[in-house]
């Protein structure tokens, strides 16, 4: 029943930018702790940014300065605004939403992002 809905993905130049966004349903939203994850081909996972129900924010150090995450109780969206984008930030995107107590996690299907000139 729980569906997280990604989308935004797609093709950009270097130094272009792209927007993602999370639509999730099913689950009582302001108490998750939503994240995007993102994996490039031969690499493992990794954390890319993540957001609190207060609005405190996380990011890996690859990318601070460069996205903002950010979320939309009222339309339970979270977004991924990448800016300034480089080659190496090519991988699937992925939406997660976590939920301490109880423990709980769900996931979205990705997102492709390349960044290519």
């Known amino acids: 029943q729980v569906q997280l809905v990604e989308s935004g993905g797609g093709l950009v130049q270097p130094g272009g930018s792209l927007r993602l966004s999370c639509a999730a349903s099913?689950?009582?939203?302001?108490?998750?702790?939503m994240s995007w994850y993102r994996q490039a081909p031969g690499l493992e996972r990794e954390l890319v940014a993540r957001?609190?129900?207060?609005?405190?924010?996380n990011y890996a150090d690859s990318v601070k300065g460069r996205f903002t995450i950010s979320r939309d109780n009222s339309k339970n969206t979270v977004y991924l605004q990448m800016n300034s984008l480089k080659f190496e930030d090519t991988a699937v995107y992925y939406c997660?939403?976590?939920?301490?107590?109880?423990?709980?996690?769900?996931w979205g299907q990705g997102t492709q992002v390349t960044v290519s000139s």
């Open positions: 997660q939403a976590f939920q301490p107590l109880p423990k709980r996690d769900y």
């Open positions: 099913g689950l009582a939203f302001t108490t998750y702790i």
């Open positions: 957001i609190f129900s207060t609005g405190i924010t």
